[in-house]
């Protein structure tokens, strides 16, 4: 079993910046890779960013230039810096890891308003 913890998301005015933290605990080797996804209301859970053990990375294209994931071995942190945020940014953010199967955080809720 793998534990994901989420914290960072919060209010933000658009043109701001949040980072988001995942923390994963419990059977954290051979984790094949971590990322973020997002559902907005209404709209299906999609894919935001996704870091690679080997270090690659992708992401979607409505955060390219503007979202970096990295990943913190030391601390089996994942960090999502979102920069420039928009409106259409607004949902919740959920940590994933992949380790055969896929395990899920309880999400962090990122709203971007004026």
């Known amino acids: 079993q793998v534990q994901l913890v989420e914290s960072g998301g919060g209010l933000v005015q658009p043109g701001g910046s949040l980072r988001l933290s995942c923390a994963a605990s419990?059977?954290?080797?051979?984790?094949?890779?971590m990322g973020w996804y997002r559902q907005a209301p209404g709209k299906q859970r999609e894919l935001v960013a996704v870091?690679?053990?080997?270090?690659?990375?992708n992401y979607a294209d409505s955060v390219k230039g503007r979202f970096t994931i990295s990943r913190d071995n030391a601390k089996n942190t994942v960090l999502l810096q979102m920069n420039s945020l928009k409106p259409e940014d607004t949902a919740v953010y959920y940590c994933?890891?992949?380790?055969?199967?896929?395990?899920w955080g309880k999400g962090t809720l990122v709203t971007v308003s004026s």
């Open positions: 419990g059977r954290i080797f051979s984790i094949s890779s």
């Open positions: 870091i690679i053990r080997g270090g690659s990375t």
């Open positions: 994933n890891a992949h380790r055969y199967v896929d395990y």
